[in-house]
């Protein structure tokens, strides 16, 4: 299995401004087709290409008509396959090191214009209240209609300090919204913890980046040294979670469960595209890396453990709720998340530019397929608007919400409901909440509060 993963290289699952994914970074650039080539509808391309070339009118250079039709050819399959042009392609390999250059959301395409998937936390678009399910329909003056999703990103990307306006459509609000951001390089700090009181810790992980498993590692030292011993119990929120490395998925669900328990699997049809991810060094490990999962007190392995999801969870982290979530070794709360669980693996053309191209679907270990439908809490945690037991769609926006998705092999889920005996917060704050210096979580936050009320009473029943 080493030896695949270090062919494969880099495996995520999100990535900055795009929407939510799974990739499969591969150095194979050049597998030979198989099938025979459809004859009749190549002659119907050249003869299309040709009528352009002669009729149209203007010119039109033969590297933006051959791109256009790489273009169509890729977004007409599903919202996560796609062609990178070199600009595009670096910033996918910088988007995973933490740092990039921008305004800080996560974006998918949508009736040709730019949706909102979730804007990321401490960045210029989470402070200026840009929400989940926002329809971008202009950037200062350009109207989207009619761009490319990369097109968008590239305008939307620029030199820190520099403005742009972004003219949004919200449900609920009867005219556009007009908002200026001021672009800034983007550090995603992955990992971050605190001790909220003693015995009890909090980790939440922003984005699985490169190094966010040892950063899981040492937080988690750093809650055993302030604690000074075992905790009683721990929340980790996964909410907003877009995804990232899926090497570092599994290292964080390895700190977990039992060593060689499964974490995940994919399946699609070639062979590259079937993998069985277990909790073992080989397979979140890159390179040299020492075991950061090494010397990991005794107790992180047995304390019990609430996963907060929502629907800004996808990918990655919908990968590490399943495992723990089917290993029993935590309980899930918070709403239904993403419903992101497909492969992407990205090949280079040799020139700077790629492709994302789906590839397969992952799994949980019990098999479930979370494409489509995402992962059920074991209690949900309403925070908004519920009327006649149906969630208000314009809190969340979810893979089965995208023009183009994969079906669910195994069920064709319906959008989330309201479950019997759901909690619902008694209000959702209408723009992100301003915390307190030195805090990560705020005190008000309701589902948190309810996982941290959740692990003190397992706590009191298991001194009984």
Do not use: C
């Amino acid at each position: 299995m080493r030896s695949k993963l270090q062919k494969i290289g880099l495996v995520s699952a999100g990535v900055m401004l795009g929407a939510a994914l799974t990739l499969n970074y591969s150095a194979v650039a050049d597998r030979e087709a198989k099938q025979a080539l459809p004859l009749d509808e190549l002659r119907a391309f050249a003869e299309v290409y040709g009528k352009i070339k002669s009729d149209y009118v203007e010119p039109v250079d033969d590297k933006i008509l051959i791109t256009s039709a790489i273009n169509g050819m890729l977004s007409g399959l599903d919202p996560h396959s796609a062609y990178m042009d070199a600009d595009a392609f670096k910033d996918l390999q910088v988007g995973t090191q933490g740092e990039f250059g921008g305004l800080g959301i996560e974006v998918g395409m949508e009736d040709g214009f730019v949706k909102v998937i979730s804007p990321i936390e401490d960045t210029p678009a989470f402070k200026a209240g840009v929400k989940p399910g926002d329809l971008i329909i202009k950037l200062d003056d350009t109207p989207i209609k009619g761009m490319t999703l990369n097109d968008a990103v590239k305008r939307m990307r620029g030199k820190p300090n520099t403005s742009i306006v972004l003219t949004i459509l919200r449900k609920g609000v009867l005219k556009p919204l007009t908002i200026t951001l001021v672009r800034a390089v983007i550090k995603v700090k992955s990992v971050k913890s605190k001790l909220i009181e003693n015995g009890y810790g909090y980790i939440r992980i922003a984005q699985f980046q490169e190094r966010t498993g040892e950063d899981l590692a040492r937080a988690l030292q750093t809650l055993n040294k302030e604690n000074k011993g075992a905790l009683k119990g721990l929340v980790l929120d996964l909410r907003n979670d877009p995804g990232g490395l899926l090497n570092s998925a599994v290292g964080v669900a390895a700190a977990f469960v039992k060593p060689n328990s499964l974490v995940v699997y994919t399946d699609g049809r070639i062979p590259d595209a079937k993998m069985k991810l277990n909790a073992s060094p080989e397979n979140y490990l890159r390179g040299n890396q020492t075991d950061y999962l090494k010397g990991l007190p005794a107790w992180v392995k047995t304390v019990p453990v609430v996963v907060l999801v929502n629907g800004g969870s996808a990918s990655a982290s919908e990968i590490v709720a399943g495992a723990l979530q089917d290993d029993k070794r935590a309980i899930i709360m918070g709403t239904q998340s993403f419903g992101k669980g497909s492969v992407q693996t990205v090949l280079p053309l040799g020139n700077g530019t790629g492709i994302k191209l789906t590839t397969a679907r992952y799994y949980t270990p019990a098999g479930r397929s979370i494409q489509n439908k995402g992962i059920t809490p074991d209690i949900v945690v309403e925070e908004g608007t519920v009327t006649d037991g149906v969630r208000d769609p314009n809190l969340d926006i979810r893979e089965a919400d995208l023009e183009r998705h994969l079906v669910n092999p195994q069920t064709d889920a319906d959008k989330p409901v309201v479950q019997p005996g759901t909690i619902v917060a008694p209000e959702k704050p209408a723009q992100p909440e301003k915390l307190e210096p030195g805090e990560i979580v705020s005190k008000n936050d309701f589902q948190f509060n309810q996982a941290l009320n959740l692990l003190k009473g397992l706590n009191i029943m298991q001194v009984r």
